[in-house]
């Protein structure tokens, strides 16, 4: 059975710390991997990965993929309060289904 | 943006009546998807399109039909309504450049 499992499920730490979110997957025929950060509605789009080594980065956020040992890491920089947030991990399979991790909740402290 | 809308944005509506929730997007997109979230359990996918009448069952399926007749609309329908279908719904359609997904605003229902 497919699954994508995420740790920690929880996270608090101070503004200005550096966070590292985990997912870990297991997946047949894999496509590519996607992050979310959701605030108080809807998931919105971080980062989506297809190959494996290459480090995609937006601001304080990165992210890198290995398919070798199935896992993605989302590091976040110099954290702020607006980090706040449940951050989500998608594996998409080559059937164009998407099966989410339970998430990550992070919580940053002023 | 996938310019996604959900309606109804909330609802409340009694056990074993049917719900149909609704997803427009008007970007054209073939895949359009059906998630529901609940504590706990993250975002869970019931149902998927790839197409006009093209769909397919998703890990939380049973309770639940869909329809696509037209590209823009997808269409969820909870035949007679269970209180373990209360959960907030989102649909999502892929992005433009295909390099992720975007979601709706979600629908909140509550079946009492």
């Known amino acids: 059975e497919d699954k994508v499992v995420q740790s920690p499920l929880s996270l608090v730490v101070h503004e200005g710390d550096t966070v590292t979110l985990n997912c870990s997957y297991e997946?047949?025929?894999?496509?590519?991997l996607l992050w979310y950060k959701q605030e108080k509605k809807a998931p919105t789009f971080l980062f989506m990965l297809t190959s494996s080594g290459i480090e995609k980065k937006s601001g304080r956020l990165s992210s890198i993929l290995d398919k070798k040992e199935l896992f993605s890491i989302l590091n976040i920089t110099a954290t702020q309060t607006g980090d706040s947030a449940v951050y989500l991990c998608a594996v998409e399979d080559r059937d164009d289904k998407i099966i989410f991790g339970k998430g990550t909740r992070l919580h940053i402290l002023p | 943006d996938a310019g996604i809308t959900q309606s109804p944005r909330h609802k409340v509506t009694e056990t074993g009546t049917p719900v149909t929730l609704r997803c427009h997007q008007t970007e054209n997109h073939r895949y359009m998807y059906w998630y529901r979230q609940d504590p706990g359990h993250g975002l869970r996918l019931i149902h998927y399109s790839y197409g006009v009448k093209d769909t397919d069952k998703g890990e939380v399926s049973d309770g639940y039909s869909v329809s696509r007749s037209k590209t823009e609309d997808f269409l969820l329908t909870l035949e007679s309504a269970t209180s373990s279908q209360t959960s907030v719904y989102f649909c999502?359609?892929?992005?433009?450049?295909?390099?992720?997904?975007?979601f709706g605003s979600g629908t909140r229902l509550t079946v009492v």
């Open positions: 997946v047949t025929n894999f496509r590519s």
């Open positions: 999502a359609a892929e992005r433009l450049g295909g390099d992720g997904y975007t």
